[in-house]
Nanobody, 133 residues
Framework: QLQLVESGGGLVHSGGSLRLSCEAS????????IGWFRQAPGKEREGVVC????????YYADSVKGRFTISRDNAKNTVYLQINSLKPEDTAVYYC??????????????????????????WGQGTQVTVSS
């Protein structure tokens, strides 16, 4: 059974850093697109970074470019999100999500940017990130 479990959220001061983890089980990252999404209270969900497992291509939302970095550890089947220079507007619940790449292509979702806009089939439970000013 496919499962995504996030961890690493917390309360940090503005300018601080966090590393979020997403442990995947029941599937191999190589065949999936995987992304980090966030949702703040009263706001729409935002895809902040997405990656294609097969070739490592990435898309970063403009709001996080230069501050967020996605990486993966194949041995641990885990994806990480390093967040630096945190701002109060980064406060949100952060979700890890994944979809099989072939499934997305069949839906005409063929780029990592499109995945970040559209969303994914499988979601973790989320981890809260709160940034104080």
């Amino acid at each position: 059974q496919l499962q995504l479990v996030e961890s690493g959220g917390g309360l940090v001061h503005s300018g601080g850093s966090l590393r979020l983890s997403c442990e995947a089980s029941g599937f191999t990252l190589d065949y999936y697109g995987i992304g980090w999404f966030r949702q703040a209270p009263g706001k729409e969900r935002e895809g902040v970074v997405c990656m294609r497992g097969g070739d490592g291509s990435t898309y970063y939302a403009d709001s996080v470019k230069g501050r967020f970095t996605i990486s993966r550890d194949n041995a641990k089947n885990t994806v990480y999100l390093q967040i630096n220079s945190l701002k109060p507007e980064d406060t949100a619940v952060y979700y890890c999500a994944a979809s099989h790449w072939d499934t997305m292509v069949a839906r005409d979702i063929t780029t990592v940017q499109a995945m970040c806009v559209t969303g994914a089939d499988y979601w973790g439970q989320g981890t809260q990130v709160t940034v104080s000013s």
